[in-house]
């Protein structure tokens, strides 16, 4: 196998978090699921955004987020996904190159608007997502890069890519062509209502061998096989997946493997959890960093957790700090 170009390549929806602080009432009034990520439309955009507090903006987007943090850990990487030419599409462009990802995916020059998600924050750190799609509804095959798809070592996906209505096409093609090279493909379930939609797709991903690891959070793997029981949940994605990374928030994760179970207590934060945006995003951009990098499952997954408790200790689902620095000051690296 020649050489990799990058560690990973993520594909996933371009987006810009509009993050304010809410409270419960207003999300109970809004009629939103906390904790959950809904698809709204544009008029539904203007609305929410009329009736939300002071904003801040800062790009988001699962993938992308784990991408910047794989770059902050010293990774190579490069994401796909589509923009439109509009101000919150060059912010995006900018802050995802400015952190050394590879970022060629041509701006629509026209149409809809680049994605935002408004980002609730209620006062114990849980965030609720609506989110309109915008110009990421244009990504199709025709943006998935042969050649760098072949020169990734993993190609990371997003469960998010379902929505999209042509995205799951890319999604497929990425995976055909990294197994054709001999490459890994990773999948982020990404929301446990999310799994509701696509539950049959995923498990069928998984069970077709399409997919080689798995990451989800303990809801979204109990809302893939359908039970409350956390163990019977790990159990039968043991049966299922090839290697899975589960987290469990502050019960750390478990990354699961055949019949083996690496248990990894969750890292401290530094000062209380501020906006849990971004945790599975950055636990994937630490497991990955240490998995394209050839540290044991264990290290890997003490490097997700490190980066999770980063970057919930702020406001934003990017870290804030140089995660490579972090985890040399804490022996991991
Ligand atoms: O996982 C968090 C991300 O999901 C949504 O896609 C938001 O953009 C946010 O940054």
Known sequence: MTPAKYDVLGIGNAIVDVIARTDEAFLAREGLAKGSMSLIDEARAETLYGMMGPAIEASGGSAANTLAGLGSFGGRAAFVGRVKADPLGQAFRHDITAVGVDFDTPAAPDGVSTARCFVLVTPDGERTMSTY????????????????????????????????????????????????????????????????????????????????????????????????????????????????????????????????RIRVPAAPVDGEIVDKTGAGDLFAAGFLYGYTNDLDLKRAAELGSLAAAEVISHVGARPQVDLRSLAQGRGLL
Not at 189 to 208: K, P
């Open 133 to 260: 799609l915008g110009a990421c509804q244009a990504l199709s095959v025709d943006d998935i890069d042969e050649a760098a798809v072949k020169s990734s070592k993993v190609v990371y996906l997003e469960g998010y890519l379902w929505d999209p209505p042509a995205a799951k096409e890319a999604f497929r093609k990425a995976a055909a062509l990294a197994h054709e090279a001999g490459r890994k493909v990773a999948l982020t379930l990404s929301d446990s209502f999310c799994v509701d939609r696509y539950r049959a797709e995923f498990l069928a991903l998984l069970r077709d061998g399409d997919v080689d690891i798995l990451f989800a959070n303990d809801s979204e793997l109990k809302a893939l096989y359908e039970t409350g029981d956390i163990d019977a949940a790990v159990e039968a994605v043991a049966r299922d997946a090839k290697l899975a990374a589960v987290t469990l928030g502050a019960e750390g994760c478990v990354i699961v493997q055949g019949d083996e």
